[in-house]
């Protein structure tokens, strides 16, 4: 590996000239520069920033680590992470749990042990040690997309029992008395929230509410929830997703059987991801503030790496219906 000394030989001057080159060119004469420059463009030198950062005592980079880069959500939030650390002189690595507990620890301990400056964290759960174990390594963490009230911290999220309240109202509103929710995984909270807010919104109605839950979060989960949702008697006549790749799916198995959405079947997804409005049939959704969201909280983890007495905050965002196509019936 080519060094700073190779640079310092090649160019014919002292360490702390090329030094100075590298990390303050202005105290360096134009001439002095340029021949240290083309050395370190002749030998390929690269600067050793982990060796730097080591020195300095904190870390240039941020980790974000969210539940399923295929969703456009999160790619919305990381997204607004990186605007956020960007404008800080901050880098962000991003990795992908795929809702899986046993990628999630692995991340944890191996960004624990990179000493990275802070980490974005939206957990598959948050019961067992493992967030314990990392809450203990010391790294600073702010928990995006849910709140974690077993762990003291900074948290950005969005009021999910608001946002499943806000979608069964609208479907209770246009006359709907048969719904079914298709919900994700139980042991997300996200999922669990947006389900006591349809409960509750639909508490007090003469409705029928069928719970079907899924697997996962994604299209073809969506579309398996299609098939039950088609061979259920009575069929209900509008259905609540927890998500929007999930609606998306559902939306597909409906336009192959030939039901008409929203006059036989009316859906409606949540994070009004830029697919929802661009659909066959554009989605009515629950809107999240993804980039938002990923801004607010690298922006509270640069805040609370930037002192040594941090201040925790917990920031809620409201959601906000989008009404369209799915579940607009002309009267």
Do not use: W
Not at 43 to 57: K, T
Not at 85 to 106: F, K, M, P, W, Y
Not at 240 to 256: E, I, K, P, R
């Amino acid at each position: 590996m080519v060094g700073i000394k190779d640079v310092a030989r090649q160019a014919g001057v002292s360490i702390g000239t090329v030094s100075n080159v590298v990390n303050r060119p202005h105290l360096v004469s134009e001439d002095t520069r340029r021949r240290v420059q083309t050395a370190i463009d002749e030998l390929g030198y690269v600067r050793d920033e982990s060796a730097r950062q080591l020195r300095a005592g904190r870390s240039r980079i941020m980790a974000l680590l969210v539940l399923d880069l295929g969703n456009p959500f999160f790619v919305d939030l990381a997204r607004g992470a990186e605007e956020a650390a960007h404008a800080a002189g901050l880098n962000v690595i991003t990795c992908n749990s795929g809702q899986r507990v046993d990628l999630e620890t692995s991340y944890l301990s191996m960004l624990a042990e990179q000493r990275v400056r802070g980490v974005l964290l939206s957990p598959v759960e948050s019961v067992g040690d493992r967030l314990q174990t990392f809450a203990r390594s010391g790294i600073p963490y702010v928990f995006v997309d849910r709140k974690v009230p077993e762990l003291e911290g900074s948290s950005v999220s969005v009021d999910d029992v608001a946002g499943g309240a806000l979608a069964a109202r609208h479907l209770l509103e246009t006359g709907h008395t048969e719904i079914a929710f298709v919900n994700g995984p139980k042991m997300l909270v996200q999922c669990r929230d947006r389900e006591a807010g349809v409960r509750s919104a639909l508490a007090d109605g003469d409705v029928r509410l069928s719970v079907l839950e899924s697997a996962a979060l994604n299209a073809d989960c969506g579309r398996d929830a299609g098939a039950r949702l088609l061979g259920m008697s009575p069929r209900p006549t509008a259905v609540f997703c927890a998500n929007d790749l999930l609606a998306l799916g559902v939306l597909q198995a409906m336009v192959g059987a030939g039901v008409k959405v929203p006059e036989e079947m009316a859906i409606v997804g949540y994070d009004d991801i830029e697919f929802a409005g661009a659909a066959a049939v554009p989605l009515t959704s629950v809107r999240q503030p993804a980039r938002r969201l990923g801004r607010t909280a690298a922006e509270l983890l640069i805040a609370e790496t930037s002192t040594d007495r941090p201040q925790h905050r917990q920031v809620v965002f409201e959601p906000e219906l989008v009404v369209r196509e799915s579940t607009r019936v002309s009267r």
